[in-house]
Antibody
């Protein structure tokens, strides 16, 4: 079965960077985009971007341009999300999710378990 | 960028009630609209894709409708386990914005 297993919780100081991993199994890794979504305490879901594992092409919203970097390692079927210049507002649970395309749409079908990142001095 | 506006932000209803959540896109997204259920401490779960297609394994009391800019999610015969926050998300183009969420509480 499809599994996305994320790395463990992190505590970082303001200004530092964090790199969260998402290891995929149970399907052809290069065939499906991976997205990153976060939820800050008391807030809604926020889309952070996607990566195409085939060629590594990425797409980020303007809000995170210059601060987020998504990469992949096809040899280990792992996707990484690195967020730099952390501030307290980046405290959140970060999720990776696999996008499934259909004839009429595409949606996030399988999700990682979430990684809590706390930014605190 | 496409903006997604959900309403209401929260609602409270009784077991057995029928509730409807609406989602409006700032421009046409045809049927590229998905609905997710999110419970505390768990990963979000896909309920409805392509505006009206029920994901395998999701109870038939969940239904979706709409196209273009206006969409809705209906829960018929509300059950205690439906207590959650529900999000719409457009998958028409990037950035793939979510709605603000609707928290459903069971009275």
């Amino acid at each position: 079965q499809v599994q996305l297993v994320q790395s463990g919780a992190e505590v970082k100081k303001p200004g530092a960077s964090v790199k969260v991993s998402c290891k995929a199994s149970g399907y052809s890794f290069i065939s499906y985009y991976i997205h990153w979504v976060r939820q800050a305490p008391g807030q809604g879901l926020e889309w952070m971007g996607l990566i195409n594992p085939t060629g590594g092409r990425t797409s980020y919203p303007q809000k995170f341009q210059g601060r987020v970097t998504m990469t992949r390692d096809t040899s280990t079927s792992t996707v990484y999300m690195e967020l730099s210049s952390l501030r307290s507002e980046d405290t959140a649970v970060y999720y990776c999710a696999r996008e499934v395309p259909t004839v009429t749409t595409r949606y996030l079908d399988d999700w990682g378990q979430g990684t809590l990142v706390i930014v605190s001095s | 960028d496409i903006q997604m506006t959900q309403s209401p932000s929260s609602l409270s209803a009784s077991v057995g009630d029928r509730v409807t959540i609406t989602c409006r896109a700032s421009q046409s997204i045809t049927s590229y609209l998905n609905w997710y259920q999110h419970k505390p401490g768990k990963a979000p779960k896909i309920l409805i894709y392509a505006a009206s297609s029920l994901q395998n394994g999701v109870p038939s009391r969940f239904s979706g409708s709409g196209s273009g800019t206006d969409f809705s999610l209906t829960i018929s015969n509300l059950q205690p386990e439906d207590s959650a926050t529900y999000y719409c998300q457009q998958s028409y183009k990037t950035p793939r914005a979510f709605g603000q969420g609707t928290k459903v509480e069971i009275k």
